[in-house]
C-alpha cells in the first residue's frame, strides 16, 4: 500500500508563494496533484511523470504560476505557487498511479490515480 502525506498548506496573502509537499512511501511512476475548492469539484493541478520527470498541465494560467517537480529519490512531490490569489483557495491533494497511460491526458483524471493523500489546506485571504 502507498501512502501519501502532504504538507506546507497555510493561510497566505494574495501575491505569497507557497511551496507545498508530499512525501510518499514508495516511488511512483507518476505523481500529481488536485486541488478542491470549497463547494466545487476536485480539478485537477499538474502530474510528474516518468524517469525522466515530464511535467504535465491543463491550465495554462496554472503553468505560469507553478511549479511541479519531485526531489531525486522520487519520494517527495513538491508543488511551488507563485502570485497565489484568492480563487487558489483550496485543499491539495496529492495522488499516485503505477498505471501506464495511452496519452498524457490521463494524467489529468482522477481515475488513473491508484493512491491519495488527506490534503493540505491552501487558503489566500488578506
Known amino acids: 500500500q502507498v501512502r501519501l502525506v502532504e504538507s506546507g498548506g497555510r493561510l497566505v496573502r494574495p501575491g505569497d508563494s507557497l511551496r507545498i509537499s508530499c512525501v510518499v512511501s514508495?516511488?511512483?511512476?507518476?505523481m500529481g496533484w488536485f486541488r478542491q475548492a470549497p463547494g466545487k469539484e476536485r480539478k485537477f493541478v499538474a502530474a510528474?511523470?516518468?524517469?525522466?520527470?515530464?511535467?504535465?498541465f491543463e491550465d495554462s494560467s496554472l503553468k505560469g504560476r507553478f511549479t511541479i517537480s519531485r526531489n531525486g529519490a522520487k519520494d517527495i512531490l513538491m508543488l511551488d505557487m507563485n502570485d497565489l490569489q484568492p480563487e487558489d483557495t483550496a485543499i491539495y491533494t496529492c495522488?499516485?498511479?503505477?498505471?501506464?497511460?495511452?496519452?498524457?491526458?490521463?494524467?489529468?483524471?482522477?481515475?488513473?490515480?491508484?493512491?491519495w493523500g488527506q490534503g493540505t489546506q491552501v487558503t489566500v485571504s488578506s
Open positions: 514508495q516511488r511512483t511512476h507518476t
Open positions: 495522488a499516485a498511479s503505477d498505471r501506464y497511460a495511452y496519452t498524457n491526458r490521463e494524467f489529468g483524471q482522477a481515475h488513473y490515480y491508484d493512491y
Open positions: 510528474i511523470s516518468g524517469s525522466e520527470d515530464s511535467t504535465y
